[in-house]
């Protein structure tokens, strides 16, 4: 009886050690998975990751780098080729803005250019109201006299730049003169009577010395319309500005 019942015992131990064994090598397969990596492992995975993105072909770099250079090259010429809506110039590398230049030109011309403009404005909408054309020939036309009374090309040339101007601004000046006589000619009667000639001679005669009367008559005439259509002019103006809506900040 006491042999059975160690049996019984030793039977119940052996189970009870087995499980303790199994919980022992679970445990130890835990730590095999859990056991940290040694360091020279770690240096050569991380070789082995640097060496597989190296050996990637870095297009995606060569892509943008190309993009950027570009891109700076193209802001480069933009900038060289409009320098000058933001630059007037430099003195020792210190740079003149745009904005600084014209602040000054303002202060000094502001008032009258504006003024130049207004009247510029009054005088289109005036021509376009009363269905008033200046075509180029009628400017080729009046040019070729001036240039007539100047003397020749380079006599106009040289007034030209005495006075500042080119040939296209020569043929705006004309071409706003040509406006106004329209405009003048169409709202007044200019009528330069005999006697107008007659005492104009008279009082000039200094002018026309060894010369008769029906001699200049012609060119006396011309004189007195064109200080009529002047005169007409000023007068015409003066009253349209008044009438003209202008608002102005400077």
Same mark, same amino acid.
Request: zero cysteines; a positive charge; proline letters at 3%.
């Given at each position: 009886m006491a042999k059975t019942a160690t049996k019984k015992t030793i039977n119940k131990v052996k189970p009870a050690m087995s499980a303790e064994k199994m919980k022992t090598k679970k445990s130890v397969k835990v730590i095999k998975k859990l056991r940290p990596v040694s360091e020279e492992t770690f240096e050569m995975d991380s070789s082995v990751s640097s060496?597989? +993105?190296?050996? =990637? *072909? *870095? @297009?995606? @770099? $060569?892509?943008?780098? !190309?993009? $950027?250079?570009?891109?700076?090259? &193209?802001? /480069?010429?933009? &900038?060289?080729?409009? =320098?000058g809506l933001v630059l007037a110039g430099t003195v020792n590398s210190s740079p003149i803005s745009r904005y600084e230049l014209n602040q000054k030109m303002v202060e000094k011309y502001g008032k009258q250019t504006l003024d130049d403009i207004i009247n510029e404005r009054i005088l289109n909408s005036e021509l376009k109201k009363n269905n008033i054309v200046v075509s180029d020939q009628d400017v080729s036309t009046e040019m070729a006299k001036i240039i007539k009374d100047y003397g020749g090309d380079e006599a106009f040339k040289s007034a030209l730049t005495q006075y500042g101007l080119t040939e296209a601004k020569a043929k705006d000046s004309i071409k706003q003169s040509l406006g106004l006589k329209k405009l003048v000619e169409k709202s007044y009667k200019i009528d330069i009577t005999a006697d107008k000639i007659k005492k104009y001679f008279d009082d000039n005669k200094t002018q026309f010395k060894d010369k008769k009367l029906e001699e200049v008559s012609a060119s006396i005439k011309d004189?007195?319309?064109?200080? +009529?259509? /002047? &005169?007409?002019?000023? +007068?015409? @103006?003066?009253?349209? =500005?008044? %009438? &003209?809506? $202008? !608002? %102005?900040? $400077?």
């Open positions: 060496i597989k +993105e190296v050996s =990637r *072909p *870095p @297009f995606g @770099f $060569i892509v943008k780098l !190309v993009l $950027i250079v570009a891109l700076g090259s &193209a802001l /480069y010429l933009l &900038a060289q080729k409009y =320098r004189t007195l319309y064109q200080q +009529e259509v /002047y &005169a007409k002019t000023q +007068e015409w @103006f003066t009253g349209v =500005r008044k %009438t &003209a809506k $202008i !608002v %102005t900040f $400077i």
